[in-house]
C-alpha cells in the first residue's frame, strides 16, 4: 500500500514538473524575448521560431546536472526516503504556486531564487521537525542543512543587481555617444567593429555558458576549448567584424543579426542550465524512488546518501521539457505579460499611461537624480553638454507609426551585456540569476538612453523598485511558504500533500486558461480607425459605465445602513477599480491625436473629411472625461462612508435614510435612457434623460432643505449629515455628469449622421434650455430650476466641435 502511494506521489511530480515548466516559461521568457519583441526587429513568429530552437537545443544539450535539487541546500544522508519526498513535494508545491502569483502580476522573478530558497524553507522545517521529535537539540540543525549557502546567494543578488545596472548604463551611454540615434549615418563607420564585439561576446557565452557543458561534448572537446579559448574568440571577432562592415556598407541591417543571435544565445543557455530550477526536483524524486525500491528496505530507515552521488538525467525527459518549453512559449499569455513589464519600463516613449504608479521612495529618487543631474550640468563645459546634447538628438516622430519602445543599439546592448556578464560570472564560478542580470542590465541601458524623463521618471524608477523588491521578496516567500507546506506535510502525512497537489493543478488551470485578466481587456479604442468606430465604443461604454458606477453607489448606501465595513470596503475597491478603468479608457486619447490614422491636427470640412477626424476624438475626449469626474464623485462618497462606519459613527434612519433609497430608484430609472441611448443615440433618449435629470436634482435640492429641519428634530450628528449631503451630491454629480455625457454622445452621433451638420434637437415636453451648468454641479446651484413641468416646447443644443466653432466663426467673418 505504501509503495503504491510513493508511486503515484512521484507520478503528481512529474505532473507539477510539467506545470513548473509551465509557470517557469512564463516568467523566464522574459530574459531572451524582450529586446527582439520591443524592437520588432523581426516578425514575432520569427523571434519566438528562433527562441524556440534556443530552448529545444539547450534543453535537449543539458548536462542534466541536478545537484542543487539533490544535494545543494541540505545534507540528504540525513534524510529517509518518506521525509525527503515530503520534502520534495512541499517544495513543487510553494514553487508552483509562488511563480504562478508572480506572473499573474506580471513581475519577472529568479526562478533560481525560488527553487534555492523553497529547497532551504522546507529542509529547515524538516529538520526542526526531525530533531524537535527526537529530542535533539537545535542547534544541530547544522548537520542537515546548508545555511551557509545563503549569505553566498544573497551577497551575489545584491551584488549582480548593482553591477548590471551599473554596466547597462555606462555601455549605453558610450555606444550612444557613437551611433547616436541617427544610425543610418553612423552604422557604415563603427557598424563592423560594433558586430564583432557583439558576436564575440555572444559566442564567448554560448561556448563557457552553453556549450562546454552540454552533455554531448566530450572532454577532450571541452579542453581544447580551455586551451584555445583567446585564439577562438579573437578569430570569431575578425570575421564577425569584417563581415559587418561589409554588410554595413551595402546598408543591410546587421543589427538583425545581432539581436536574433541574442535572442538564441540566451534561449539556449536558459534551457540549459536553468532547467534543474523545474524539474530537478521531480526527477531527483523519481531517482530516489528507483534506490529506494531496490533496497526492501522500510521508507522511515531508507538514508538518501544515494543523493550525493551526480548522475545525468535521461536524455528522452531532457527532450520532452525542451517541448513543453517551447509549447508553453507559444501560448502563454502570461509569458507575454512579464515580457512586457520589462518593455513598459525601458520604453522610450513617455506621456502615455505608465504601467506602475508612482511611490514615496520614487519620488525622493527621482527628486534626488534632478539635483544630481543639475550639478553635473554645473560642472561640466557648456561644449561637451553640447556635444553630448548633439549626439542625443533623437529621430523625429513619424506620424502613423507606432514608435519603438527602443531602438537597435539598444537591444543588442541589452543582449550582448547580459552575455558577457553571464559568462564573466560562470567562470569566476559565482552564483548568479539570468532574470536579474538581464532585467537590470535592461533598466540601465533605458536610464543612460534618455528614455526616463521628467514625464516617465518617478513611474519607471517606482516600477524598478517594486519588481526589485519583488525578486527579494521571492526569497522570503518562497522559504516561508515552503516551511508552512512542509509543517502541513509533516503534521498531516501524504494526504494532505496529494490534497495540495491537487489544489495545484486548480489554481494553475483556473488562473491560465478560465480567468480573465483586466489586462487583457485593453483600450477598445485604441482599435478604431473611423469616426463611426468611436461613436461605436462611446455608445457601448456609456451604458455599462453608468451601470457600474449606479451599482456601486447602492451597494455603498445598502452597506452603509447595514453597517457593514467589510461590504463598504469591497464596494468601495470596486469604485475604484470602475475609476481606474474609465481613466485608462479616457487616456487614449492622446494617443489618438499622436495617431495620424485618425487625421492630421486641422480640422476638416466635411467635404474633405477623412475616415477619422479630431472632431470625434474631441467628443470621445468629453465623455470620458465626464464620466471619470463622476466615478470620482462616486468613490469619494464611499471613501467617507468608509471613515463613518470605520469610527463607528452612527448610522442615520427615518426620512433621511428613505429619501436616499428613493433617490437610488430614480437613477435606476434613468439607467434605463442610458441604455436607449447605448442603442440608438436619438433626440428623444436624451430629452427623456434631461427630464428625469431635472427630476432627480430638484428631489435633491428638497431633500438639502429639508436637512434643516430634521436635524433639529431627529438630532442628527454634525457626521450624520455630513455623509447624507456627501451621498446626495454624490447622486447628483453621477446624474448631471451623466446628461453632459448623453448630450455629447447624441453629438457625436450627428457628427457621423450628417458629417457635422448640427441641429438643434425639438421638445415639446421641457421648457428649460439645459445649460453648461450642469457639467459643474458642484458650483451651481439648482434651487432655481422649476417645481413642476410644463408642456411648452424647448430647444436643447448640443455642444459643437472644433470643427463646428471654426466654421461659425468664419460665416460670421
Request: charge should be neutral.
Amino acid at each position: 500500500m505504501l509503495e503504491s502511494l510513493f508511486v503515484v506521489l512521484v507520478g503528481c511530480l512529474l505532473a507539477l514538473a510539467v506545470l513548473d515548466l509551465f509557470v517557469g516559461v512564463s516568467n523566464d521568457a522574459v530574459n531572451f524575448l524582450n529586446s527582439a519583441v520591443g524592437t520588432r526587429i523581426a516578425p514575432l513568429y520569427v523571434v519566438m521560431a528562433v527562441a524556440s530552437v534556443g530552448v529545444l537545443l539547450g534543453a535537449t544539450f543539458s548536462s542534466g546536472m541536478m545537484e542543487v535539487a539533490r544535494k545543494g541546500m541540505f545534507h540528504p544522508e540525513m534524510f529517509s526516503y518518506a521525509e525527503i519526498m515530503m520534502i520534495f513535494g512541499s517544495v513543487m508545491i510553494s514553487d508552483i504556486l509562488l511563480l504562478n502569483l508572480f506572473n499573474s502580476l506580471g513581475l519577472p522573478t529568479s526562478t533560481t531564487v525560488s527553487i534555492v530558497f523553497e529547497l532551504l524553507g522546507a529542509a529547515v522545517f524538516a529538520s526542526f521537525y526531525k530533531l524537535y521529535t527526537n529530542g535533539v537539540p537545535l542547534v544541530e540543525i547544522f548537520t542537515y542543512v546548508k545555511l551557509d549557502r545563503t549569505a553566498t546567494i544573497v551577497s551575489a543578488i545584491l551584488l549582480s543587481v548593482v553591477i548590471a545596472f551599473i554596466c547597462g548604463m555606462a555601455v549605453q551611454f558610450l555606444c550612444r555617444i557613437f551611433f547616436t540615434f541617427w544610425l543610418n549615418r553612423t552604422v557604415k563607420y563603427y557598424g563592423g567593429i560594433f558586430m564583432g564585439l557583439s558576436i564575440t561576446a555572444i559566442m564567448y557565452f554560448l561556448l563557457i555558458k552553453g556549450a562546454k557543458h552540454a552533455s554531448f561534448m566530450k572532454p577532450e572537446y571541452v579542453e581544447f576549448i580551455d586551451a584555445n579559448v583567446s585564439e577562438i574568440m579573437w578569430g570569431i571577432f575578425a570575421v564577425s567584424a569584417v563581415l559587418g562592415q561589409i554588410l554595413a556598407l551595402a546598408k543591410v541591417n546587421i543589427f538583425r543579426i545581432i539581436i536574433l543571435s541574442g535572442t538564441f544565445a540566451l534561449a539556449f543557455s536558459f534551457a540549459g542550465n536553468d532547467l534543474v530550477n523545474f524539474i530537478g526536483v521531480p526527477l531527483a524524486a523519481l531517482d530516489s524512488y528507483k534506490a529506494w525500491s531496490v533496497s526492501e528496505m522500510p521508507s522511515v530507515s531508507y538514508m538518501m546518501e544515494v543523493l550525493n552521488e551526480n548522475t545525468r538525467s535521461d536524455s528522452i525527459f531532457l527532450f520532452l521539457a525542451g517541448v513543453i518549453m517551447c509549447v508553453t512559449l507559444w501560448t502563454s499569455k502570461k509569458a507575454r505579460r512579464v515580457v512586457q513589464t520589462s518593455i513598459n519600463l525601458s520604453s522610450s516613449s513617455s506621456g502615455e499611461r505608465e504601467q506602475f504608479g508612482a511611490s514615496t521612495l520614487g519620488r525622493v529618487l527621482t527628486r534626488g537624480g534632478l539635483g544630481v543631474s543639475r550639478a553635473v550640468y554645473a560642472v561640466l563645459p557648456d561644449s561637451v553638454i553640447s556635444y553630448i546634447g548633439k549626439r542625443y538628438r533623437k529621430l523625429p516622430v513619424v506620424k502613423g507609426q507606432i514608435p519603438l519602445p527602443f531602438d537597435y543599439v539598444r537591444a543588442s546592448i541589452n543582449l550582448v551585456l547580459a552575455s558577457a556578464l553571464i559568462s564573466m560570472a560562470t567562470s569566476f564560478k559565482l552564483p548568479l540569476s539570468t532574470t536579474y542580470v538581464t532585467f537590470m542590465v535592461a533598466m540601465g541601458s533605458s536610464f543612460a538612453d534618455g528614455a526616463w524623463d521628467r514625464e516617465s521618471a518617478v513611474y519607471r524608477i517606482s516600477g524598478v523598485i517594486t519588481v526589485v523588491a519583488g525578486w527579494f521578496l521571492t526569497g522570503i516567500c518562497a522559504f516561508s511558504f515552503a516551511c508552512f507546506i512542509s509543517f502541513l506535510v509533516f503534521s498531516t502525512g501524504l494526504f494532505i500533500e496529494f490534497a495540495l497537489i491537487i489544489c495545484v493543478f486548480g489554481v494553475v488551470v483556473y488562473t491560465n486558461f478560465i480567468r480573465k485578466s483586466k489586462t487583457e481587456k485593453g483600450s477598445s479604442i485604441l482599435k478604431a480607425m473611423s469616426d463611426a468606430e468611436i461613436l461605436s465604443t462611446v455608445t457601448k461604454a456609456v451604458p455599462n459605465f453608468y451601470d457600474l458606477n449606479m451599482d456601486c453607489i447602492k451597494r455603498g448606501i445598502n452597506a452603509f445602513f447595514e453597517d457593514n465595513e467589510f461590504k463598504l470596503r469591497k464596494t468601495r475597491n470596486k469604485a475604484s477599480n470602475v475609476q481606474e478603468e474609465i481613466s485608462q479608457e479616457r487616456s487614449s486619447y492622446y494617443s489618438l491625436a499622436l495617431d495620424d490614422r485618425y487625421g492630421s491636427l486641422e480640422v476638416k470640412s466635411s467635404k474633405n473629411k477623412s475616415s477619422g477626424t479630431i472632431d470625434a476624438k474631441f467628443f470621445y475626449y468629453l465623455v470620458f472625461s465626464n464620466m471619470r469626474e463622476a466615478s470620482k464623485s462616486v468613490r469619494y462618497a464611499l471613501d467617507q462612508a468608509v471613515d463613518h462606519v470605520a469610527n463607528r459613527h452612527t448610522i442615520f434612519g427615518g426620512a433621511m435614510r428613505q429619501s436616499l433609497i428613493d433617490l437610488v430608484k430614480r437613477i435606476e430609472r434613468i439607467s434605463q435612457d442610458m441604455h436607449a441611448i447605448g442603442d440608438n443615440p436619438t433626440a428623444e433618449n436624451v430629452e427623456n434623460i434631461v427630464k428625469h435629470a431635472k427630476k432627480l436634482n430638484r428631489d435633491i435640492d428638497r431633500c438639502q432643505m429639508n436637512l434643516v429641519s430634521i436635524i433639529g428634530k431627529e438630532r442628527v450628528s454634525m457626521h450624520s449629515s455630513e455623509i447624507y449631503l456627501t451621498f446626495l451630491q454624490s447622486i447628483r454629480d453621477m446624474a448631471n455628469r451623466y446628461v453632459a455625457v448623453s448630450m455629447q454622445g447624441r453629438a457625436l452621433a450627428e457628427l457621423v449622421e450628417n458629417n457635422a451638420v448640427m441641429t438643434p434637437i425639438d421638445s415639446s415636453q421641457l421648457q428649460t434650455e439645459v445649460m453648461p451648468a450642469s457639467l459643474n454641479s458642484h458650483k451651481e446651484n439648482m434651487m432655481e430650476l422649476e417645481e413642476t413641468e410644463s408642456e411648452t416646447s424647448e430647444t436643447i443644443y448640443l455642444p459643437k466641435s472644433p470643427a463646428q466653432l471654426e466654421a461659425e466663426s468664419d460665416s460670421k467673418k
